[in-house]
């Protein structure tokens, strides 16, 4: 008896040890994330959010951020581009993100509807009407498509590739 229990303990308290967490994760072809992507899109949004935006009303403030390379402050975060247009994200509403050019005018705005991957996001242009539709998988993993829903890009690490795989821009 006095073997079975040490038997018994031996097995009960190395199981932990053996013990192997499933790491899962959803995979996506173009056609499922194109799928995922459109359910419940919306092609279109108020003008009220886009006239209320139009200008940044952080302007100097952004610009002199921007050129000291800080990309938050209390209440936003700042993403500068190549070409001198950047983004706003106010941190009392992550679901908007404001695309401003190098004069601090409004370009397009998208809309995130959750915060988590997969991530969806559209993008509209200042008349309010979709221009992208993005499916974020995860941080290096992502789907750019068309309104109609063809598929612009898809961004896989630090390379976009077209429709037909090719890579098209890169990033450092």
Do not use: C
């Not at 100097?60 to 001198?84: M, S, V």
């Not at 190098?102 to 397009?108: A, K, S, V, W």
């Not at 109609?148 to 450092?172: A, C, M, P, R, T």
């Amino acid at each position: 008896m006095k073997k079975v229990w040490i038997l018994f303990l031996v097995v009960f308290l190395t199981l932990p040890v053996y013990a192997y967490t499933l790491k899962g994760g959803v995979t996506y072809t173009v056609e499922s994330a194109r799928k995922e992507a459109f359910a419940d899109v919306k092609y279109s949004i108020s003008s009220r959010i886009i006239k209320n935006n139009k200008f940044d009303p952080n302007y100097e403030e952004n610009k002199k951020l921007i050129k000291q390379g800080i990309n938050e402050t209390n209440d936003r975060y700042i993403a500068y581009f190549a070409k001198g247009g950047y983004e706003i994200v106010y941190k009392n509403n992550l679901f908007i993100e404001y695309y401003y050019d190098q004069n601090g005018i409004l370009e397009h705005l998208a809309k995130r509807e959750s915060l988590n991957f997969p991530l969806k996001k559209q993008k509209y242009n200042l008349d309010g009407k979709l221009i992208r539709m993005v499916l974020a998988v995860s941080e290096n993993n992502s789907y750019i498509f068309f309104p109609n829903g063809q598929l612009e890009s898809h961004w896989l690490n630090n390379k976009e590739y077209d429709l037909n795989g090719n890579v098209i821009n890169q990033s450092f």
